[in-house]
């Protein structure tokens, strides 16, 4: 929020523009706040029942919870479903939304992508700006690689320019003074001073068209079919040196994107799916005896679901890390955390719903006890 703020406040960037750029992230996070938002929801739900005696109340009535199962399957179910539109459908939706969003900042805001005092890449041409003024474009001691032309490379350095953008032809031009031209023609290299300079560029050049589109970008139907593409590519030859998507790569990068592909198709079908376990883990959490619920408040619950979400998250995330660099499978990764997290939901609902248990916090409490006295046997015995 703070870097779109400073592209409002210090670069001119129009607002709806902005506004475009923060709708398009939101499905990323939709995607994790969904079962962590489920998780927290039902946790609360029944925390407050526990708070008000009323799982106490059902318990000495003969209400079993588990006629409270079916209820938490069907909104865990209801929020999976709807992960898995965000998932498969916002979220590359976003991507190319905001991959078209920033093109355009860079086309009617032409100095809004730059950064003073870095070598900015703008599709075959490089820049570089000491300082740079974003309401004037006007930019001080410039250097400029241009590479459009593989015969005639140019490298141009300037005490001064401006960027001009051209609303009408929807060009933008690059206005030097005081300079010197650096070129290589034939093998030969050739200086050339001057006063003043200007270079054209078309917008339609600061995107690289050739370019394929990133696995997060991709459709369900284009994903799978680029992950096919890959795996026949792999298949069809040893050789180091691959034809695919019209690009030339080497077969490590080939297998990268392959799994990168997968990792991407994996992830979209596995989060949703931990919506509907993170609703039961939540039932159980969430019922607590009246006196804990009374000395700590909504916010032990809250907390605990916290770290319940955190921990699944980071086992999810080292998993990706490690698909990712090839050491685990691809499937074993992604769903590794579903399976323990299923497990720990069955255990305790188990545990809370046949009474075996009051609540998570006595089982635990429990547990530690009786881990604390099997030590103490265990070092009593000769």
Same mark, same amino acid.
């Given at each position: 929020?703070?870097?779109? *703020?400073?592209?409002?406040?210090?670069?001119?960037?129009?607002?709806?523009?902005?506004?475009?750029?923060?709708?398009? #992230?939101?499905?990323?996070?939709?995607?994790?706040?969904?079962?962590?938002?489920?998780?927290? @929801? &039902?946790?609360?739900?029944?925390?407050?029942?526990?708070?008000?005696?009323?799982?106490?109340?059902?318990?000495?009535?003969?209400?079993?919870?588990?006629?409270?199962?079916?209820?938490?399957?069907?909104? @865990?179910?209801?929020?999976?479903?709807?992960?898995?539109?965000?998932?498969?459908?916002?979220?590359?939706?976003?991507?190319?939304?905001?991959?078209? /969003?920033?093109?355009?900042?860079?086309?009617?805001?032409? +100095?809004?992508?730059? *950064?003073?005092?870095?070598?900015?890449?703008?599709?075959?041409?490089?820049?570089?700006?000491?300082?740079?003024?974003?309401?004037?474009? %006007?930019?001080?001691?410039?250097?400029?690689?241009?590479?459009?032309?593989?015969?005639?490379?140019?490298?141009?350095?300037?005490?001064?320019?401006?960027?001009?953008?051209?609303?009408?032809?929807?060009?933008?031009?690059?206005?030097?003074?005081?300079?010197?031209?650096?070129?290589?023609?034939?093998?030969?290299?050739?200086?050339?001073?001057? %006063?003043? %300079?200007?270079?054209?560029? %078309?917008?339609?050049?600061?995107?690289?068209?050739?370019?394929?589109?990133?696995?997060?970008?991709?459709?369900?139907?284009?994903?799978?079919?680029?992950?096919?593409?890959?795996?026949? +590519?792999?298949?069809?030859?040893?050789?180091?040196?691959?034809?695919?998507?019209?690009?030339?790569?080497? !077969?490590?990068? &080939? +297998?990268?994107?392959?799994?990168?592909?997968? #990792?991407?198709?994996?992830?979209?079908?596995?989060?949703?799916? =931990?919506?509907?376990?993170? /609703?039961?883990?939540?039932?159980?959490? @969430?019922?607590?005896?009246?006196?804990?619920?009374? +000395?700590?408040? =909504?916010?032990?619950?809250?907390?605990? @679901?916290?770290?319940?979400?955190?921990?699944?998250?980071?086992?999810?995330?080292?998993?990706?890390?490690?698909?990712?660099?090839?050491?685990?499978?691809?499937?074993?990764?992604?769903? *590794?955390?579903?399976?323990?997290?299923?497990?720990?939901?069955?255990?305790?609902?188990?545990?809370?719903? *046949?009474? !075996?248990?009051?609540?998570?916090?006595?089982?635990?409490?429990?547990?530690? #006890?009786?881990?604390?006295?099997?030590?103490r046997r265990v070092k009593r015995t000769p």
């Open positions: 929020m703070l870097k779109l *703020t400073s592209l409002i406040i210090n670069r001119g960037v129009e607002f709806g523009q902005i506004f475009q750029v923060f709708i398009a #992230i939101i499905p990323t996070f939709l995607e994790i706040a969904l079962p962590m938002s489920t998780l927290l @929801g &039902v946790m609360l739900a029944f925390a407050r029942m526990s708070g008000d005696s009323e799982v106490v109340v059902m318990r000495a009535s003969g209400v079993s919870l588990l006629s409270f199962l079916r209820p938490i399957a069907i909104f @865990g179910c209801s929020i999976g479903a709807l992960g898995l539109f965000v998932s498969c459908v916002l979220r590359p939706w976003g991507f190319e939304s905001l991959s078209s /969003a920033l093109f355009q900042i860079a086309r009617s805001k032409s +100095t809004s992508g730059l *950064t003073e005092g870095v070598f900015n890449k703008l599709g075959e041409i490089t820049l570089y700006a000491d300082s740079i003024d974003y309401e004037t474009g %006007n930019l001080n001691r410039v250097v400029v690689d241009d590479k459009r032309d593989v015969i005639q490379r140019k490298v141009v350095v300037a005490k001064r320019g401006k960027i001009v953008a051209d609303e009408v032809n929807h060009t933008i031009s690059l206005l030097l003074a005081d300079g010197v031209v650096h070129e290589s023609l034939d093998g030969r290299y050739t200086r050339t001073e001057f %006063n003043s %300079n200007s270079m054209s560029v %078309n917008p339609a050049e600061l995107r690289d068209t050739k370019k394929e589109l990133s696995a997060s970008a991709l459709s369900m139907s284009a994903l799978r079919s680029a992950i096919q593409t890959y795996k026949m +590519t792999l298949r069809s030859s040893n050789a180091e040196e691959l034809q695919v998507f019209g690009h030339t790569l080497s !077969r490590a990068e &080939v +297998t990268k994107k392959f799994r990168r592909a997968k #990792i991407e198709f994996g992830q979209r079908t596995s989060l949703p799916c =931990a919506s509907i376990i993170m /609703a039961f883990i939540g039932m159980a959490l @969430g019922i607590m005896s009246p006196r804990t619920q009374k +000395t700590w408040g =909504a916010g032990f619950a809250a907390t605990l @679901g916290l770290i319940v979400f955190i921990l699944y998250y980071s086992i999810f995330s080292v998993g990706v890390a490690l698909a990712d660099s090839g050491s685990i499978h691809v499937g074993l990764a992604l769903w *590794t955390p579903n399976i323990l997290a299923s497990i720990i939901a069955f255990i305790l609902v188990y545990k809370i719903s *046949t009474e !075996r248990w009051q609540s998570v916090s006595e089982g635990i409490q429990n547990l530690c #006890i009786s881990s604390m006295q099997l030590i």
